[in-house]
């Protein structure tokens, strides 16, 4: 059985970092594509990363660019997302899922971060 | 970016009926079109890929048509775990962006 566990979340003050971990089983972690993909509370699913799964090819959402980072360690089946510089609006659920075939398989059951002074 | 614009944004609906969601892209994105299913503190669920492919394990009375532009989900026949938000999302070209979703309620 497949299973992502995020964690890492928290409360944070604006203009303050958080480092999301994602810890992924059940699957040849090394062989698949990872992104992390983010849901502001009552709203709708926003896409913020992508991690090639040899971490050669990163691409961003322009809402995060240059100021998250992913990467990811196959030795230790784990994907990282460190966020700096957060706003009120990176206020979210964080959701790692790894992705195949142009799609998002599977998702764990996110990590929650809440961006307040 | 490609804009991914869902219809209806809510629904009301009862057990036993047909439902259809659509779903528009801003511009053409052949099949690539993923359906996913939300339920509230879940996280997002896999329903159909490539426009009308089904994910392994999901019930056949989903399904999914379309290419283009222009998408659509289709419960057969409504049932009672079914009631959930649904969410388009297009892997055309990055970034990958989502429709604001489809909250489908009970009659």
């Known amino acids: 059985e497949v299973q992502l566990v995020e964690s890492g979340g928290g409360l944070v003050q604006p203009g303050g970092s958080l480092r999301l971990s994602c810890a992924a089983s059940?699957?040849?972690?090394?062989?698949?594509?990872m992104n992390w993909v983010r849901q502001a509370p009552g709203k709708g699913l926003e896409w913020i990363s992508y991690?090639?799964?040899?971490?050669?090819?990163?691409y961003y959402a322009d809402s995060v660019k240059g100021r998250f980072t992913i990467s990811r360690d196959n030795a230790k089946n784990s994907l990282y997302l460190q966020m700096n510089s957060l706003t009120a609006e990176d206020t979210a659920v964080y959701y790692c899922?790894?992705?195949?075939?142009?799609?998002?398989?599977?998702w764990g059951q996110g990590t929650l971060v809440t961006v307040s002074s | 970016d490609i804009q991914m614009t869902q219809s209806p944004s809510s629904l009301s609906a009862s057990i036993g009926d047909r439902v259809t969601i659509t779903c528009r892209a801003s511009?053409?994105?052949?099949?690539?079109l993923n359906w996913y299913q939300q339920k509230p503190g879940k996280a997002p669920k896999l329903l159909i890929y490539?426009?009308?492919s089904l994910q392994s394990g999901v019930p056949s009375r989903f399904s999914g048509s379309g290419s283009g532009t222009d998408f659509t989900l289709t419960i057969s026949s409504l049932q009672p775990e079914d009631f959930a938000t649904y969410y388009c999302?297009?892997?055309?070209?990055?970034?990958?962006?989502f429709g604001q979703g489809t909250k489908v309620e009970i009659k």
């Open positions: 511009q053409s994105i052949s099949r690539y």
């Open positions: 059940g699957l040849t972690f090394s062989t698949y594509n």
């Open positions: 490539l426009a009308s």
């Open positions: 999302q297009q892997s055309s070209s990055i970034p990958w962006t």
């Open positions: 991690i090639s799964s040899s971490g050669s090819a990163i």
């Open positions: 899922a790894n992705s195949g075939n142009y799609r998002l398989d599977y």
